[in-house]
């Protein structure tokens, strides 16, 4: 059974950095590099929405709402993927999950807080 452990988050202030990472373990499917990795995140009375998602050769796309802000990266030695996200804004705050398909698996997720 796969497993995706996040770690990372807390509290911020506007304009502030976080660095979250999610180690992945337990693979049924090949390695850590045949798996598609993405960020997801939801906030309190909304819908989970896709943040990034990033192949096995480290190409990664992004929502539009953190163009520019967010960079997501992998290790795939480390079998962890980051999100670096840079220029907070309150409307990010969220917990975030890491999730891996094939499989479709999520972490417990972090919370994220942006304060103003």
């Known amino acids: 059974q796969v497993q995706l452990v996040e770690s990372g988050g807390g509290l911020v202030q506007l304009g502030g950095s976080l660095r979250l990472s999610c180690a992945a373990s337990?693979?049924?499917?090949?390695?850590?590099?045949?798996?598609?990795m993405s960020w997801y995140r939801q906030a309190p009375g909304k819908e989970r929405e896709l943040v990034a998602r990033i192949n096995s050769v480290g190409d990664a796309n992004y929502a539009d709402s953190v163009k520019g802000r967010f960079t997501a990266s992998r290790d795939n030695a480390k079998n962890t993927v980051y999100l670096q996200m840079n220029s907070l804004k309150p409307e990010d705050t969220a917990v975030y999950y890491c999730n891996i398909k094939p499989g479709d698996y999520w972490g417990q997720g972090t919370q994220v807080t942006v304060s103003s």
């Open positions: 337990g693979f049924t499917f090949g390695r850590f590099t045949s798996y598609l």
